[in-house]
């Protein structure tokens, strides 16, 4: 079966997904993972290589581990 090409009247006539289809938008928001209510921040800065390098030798969860040591330097007041 051939799918005919579509025209520019056919883009036109062209609605977004949630507007042509509610009721399935709706039920796919509710997919994954719901919304928390302090969602972590993505930062970016740079650091010594041989920092980054020891830090991802410690192994996997790496990330949790130097999130706790940040913590626990800001609540002893050394950051």
Avoid: C
Avoid at 15 to 33: N, S, T, V
Avoid at 34 to 52: C, M, N, T
Avoid at 63 to 70: D, K, M, Q, T
């Amino acid at each position: 079966m051939d799918v005919p090409e579509l025209t520019d009247e056919d883009f036109a006539q062209a609605k977004p997904f949630k507007e042509a289809f509610p009721e399935q938008y709706r039920a796919w928001k509710k997919l994954g993972r719901p919304p928390i209510e302090s969602p972590k921040v993505h930062i970016g800065f740079r650091l010594a290589a041989d920092v980054v390098k020891g830090v991802r030798a410690t192994g996997p969860g790496y990330n949790a581990r130097v999130e706790r040591v940040l913590r626990q330097a800001l609540e002893k007041g050394e950051l």
